[in-house]
């Protein structure tokens, strides 16, 4: 079944083309140009994802957004002329799964999206493999050589981040932003003490990685190794 996207946003040429580009794309739409609307259709189509522009004519978005969570959780990407710091962080401090500035390109909308929909909606297996090591999403485990290694709660927010985008390098901001909720800031040398200790459990052979790997000045890469 595909997924069904609720389009909140009161420029009609914006609406018509988004529209047309996510019905192109194979997903079930739906439209509103209001607060009023948008709640309306929520409740009655229950859909599974929401572009919601942050300026409407009876309301603004993000109190809009706070009204959707209260009904349920589902992802919402912000797409706003507004290209000001503050208002994205306003954004993206409540809880949304993604803010795009327009103009925007059609193509960039699509992958966006994809990657929300497959982050949020994702069948992921409790158990997967790294190599020889496996890891135990559901206790919170690495299970090496024969021994069963406990993971702390920051060290399970990096692995599973490294997890989801494994083989690509994932930046240090992006990385401290998964495991703290503020300022970045100061945060750099902590993470290195998670990346450690992470790699005593993970790694045969810490101080020489095959897996948890840094890639100087940017941030670490988790290796494409094993399944799923």
């Not at 290209?83 to 795009?100: F, M, N, R, S, V």
């Not at 500035?101 to 949020?120: C, D, G, I, N, Y």
């Not at 750099?188 to 020489?208: C, F, G, I, Q, Y």
Request: aromatic share 8%; charged share 25%; with cysteine.
């Amino acid at each position: 079944m595909p997924y069904s996207i609720l389009i909140v946003d009161d420029e009609p040429a914006l609406q018509s083309m988004v529209c047309g580009l996510l019905l192109q794309a194979g997903y079930e739409v739906q439209s509103a140009l209001s607060c009023a609307q948008a709640l309306e259709q929520f409740t009655k189509k229950h859909p599974d994802a929401v572009l919601l522009d942050v300026m409407l004519p009876d309301g603004d978005g993000f109190t809009l957004f706070q009204q959707f969570q209260e009904l349920q959780d589902i992802p919402v990407l912000f797409l706003s002329a507004r290209d000001e710091e503050e208002a994205k962080l306003q954004g993206l401090g409540l809880g949304a799964d993604d803010y795009i500035t327009k103009p925007f390109l059609p193509q960039e909308l699509l992958l966006r999206l994809r990657a929300v929909l497959r982050r949020s909606y994702r069948d992921e297996p409790a158990v997967v493999r790294l190599g020889e090591t496996e890891l135990n999403w559901g206790k919170g485990t690495i299970h090496r050589t024969g021994q069963e290694f406990a993971l702390t709660a920051k060290e399970f927010a990096l692995l599973k981040k490294l997890w989801d985008a494994r083989g690509a390098i994932v930046t240090i901001d992006a990385l401290c932003n998964a495991l703290w909720d503020g300022p970045l800031i100061g945060y750099e040398n902590t993470l290195m003490v998670h990346v450690r200790r992470l790699r005593e459990k993970l790694e045969a052979d810490p101080s020489h990685p095959k897996y948890l790997l840094t890639v100087r000045g940017l941030g670490y890469r988790l290796e494409r190794e094993g399944k799923p």
